[in-house]
């Protein structure tokens, strides 16, 4: 049998390792702040339309129908949260996924949902 007093030393280490483990306050908002941009119908569908190839504003608009106004809007979101980057052929910006980690998030999310 445990002792009241063994138990409670226990979970007084327990207690220490696992807030050790936790995340510094910083760091909890910003990954707050990175889910968030994943809350949003619109931003997923363009994060699931870059997980194939890259596209201009245009194509997105096209594909989505939608104005380019409300994507540039939207892109600028993904943008500034790292979730896409853009390069420029000519006059034409082309966005993709920032980089591997998105389209696993995506995925990953995407997988979870449908089981």
Known sequence: MVKT???????????????SNI??????????DFFKVF??????????LLEHRELCVHDLAAIMDMQQT????QLKSLRQARLVRYRREGKMALYSLSDSHIKEIFSTGLEHIKE
Do not use: F, Q
Request: net charge negative; hydrophobic share 35%.
């Open 39 to 48: 809350g949003d119908p619109t931003r997923l569908k363009i994060l699931s």
């Open 5 to 19: 007093k063994d138990y409670c030393r226990i979970n007084e280490v327990i207690e220490e390792e696992m807030t």
């Open 23 to 32: 995340p510094v306050d910083e760091e909890i908002m910003d990954l707050a």
């Open 70 to 73: 409300a994507i540039s809007h």
